[in-house]
């Protein structure tokens, strides 16, 4: 990794850790937002380790990452389908806001799962 591209994915964790902490002053309940900067400072910190100069990405991983999203938006796909469903036959009783983060978290794990089962197995194809 670079040292220019290391620090510019710096910013946004540092930004948040400011934010935070100047909101905390100022007496809102925003504490969140700095151990969220500190985790993406880590989370780059890591991936700095890990990679040390070997080149961010290559073709393997923008196809592993794009057939992650692919089966990412497929499941939440079906899950909407399901929520829909299940909120039309009064089988479960959600406001928009529960639904959309229910799709959100579930969009959000997915593709993170499927990108580490995609990067251990090295590919996308076959089992």
Known sequence: MKKSRFLIKMIPGTTLIMAGLLLSLLGYDAFFLAIAGMV?????????????????????????????LAY?????????????????????DLNAVIALQIIIYVMTGSAIAFMVIFSRRGDVGGS
């Open 72 to 92: 990412s938006y497929l499941v939440s796909l079906i899950l909407a389908l399901v929520l829909f469903i299940a909120v039309y036959l009064g089988m479960v």
């Open 40 to 68: 993406a400072i880590g989370v780059v910190l890591l991936r700095r380790w890990r990679a040390g100069d070997q080149p961010e990405k290559d073709e393997r991983t923008n196809k592993l990452d794009a057939f992650s």
